[in-house]
């Protein structure tokens, strides 16, 4: 019969016995031999899914995820000179970089889940008239912002629209 859920003593995959395989998968990481996580995972009668569940699992413990991210970017550089140094073929490299790890041409880096958090600006309470959205590229007009705006500027709207009308006029001259 299975521990009751919730029951983080019943749980094979302890912060210690995850720290410990971690140690494990990063000497296979420094074998010459070995080029891909699934290659050390295997060694160890690990799995694929397991990796995902302790990202899973110890999303919040930072000296963990240090660790597995350390351990990650290990085998994205073996496989980065791997291919650099034609020891293996880079058009299946950089597959497995990318279905792996996300890697991405472009050079795209995403934040770790654990240190996004560190970065994010302490949320305040705000209007609902000065909230954005994230696709917005001006930031939002008021009414009373407008007319400010428009009081001072008429003279020179008026002189582009005419400057603009003189050359749309000259270049159609010269079309015909």
């Not at 494990?24 to 995972?41: C, G, N, P, R, Y």
């Not at 490299?93 to 889940?113: H, M, T, V, W």
């Amino acid at each position: 019969m299975s521990a009751p859920a919730g029951n983080t003593n019943a749980t094979k995959w302890t912060r210690s016995a995850t720290i410990s395989m971690l140690h494990k998968i990063e000497e296979l990481a420094l074998d010459e031999s070995i080029f891909t996580l699934s290659q050390a995972l295997l060694r160890l009668r690990c799995y694929k899914q397991l990796w995902t569940y302790w990202k899973n699992m110890w999303a919040l413990d930072a000296d963990i995820m240090d660790h597995i991210y350390f351990i990650e970017q290990l085998f994205m550089n073996k496989l980065e000179e791997a291919a650099l140094f034609k020891r293996l073929n880079p058009s299946a490299c950089y597959f497995i970089l990318r279905q792996n790890y996300g890697y991405d041409a472009r050079g795209k880096d995403e934040l770790p889940s654990h240190l996004v958090a560190d970065l994010e600006p302490p949320q305040t309470d705000t209007p609902d008239a000065t909230i954005q959205k994230k696709d917005d590229k001006k930031p939002p007009v008021t009414t009373a912002m407008r007319g400010v705006l428009q009081d001072h500027m008429p003279e020179t709207t008026a002189m582009h629209s005419e400057a603009d009308s003189s050359q749309r006029q000259a270049g159609h001259s010269l079309r015909r």
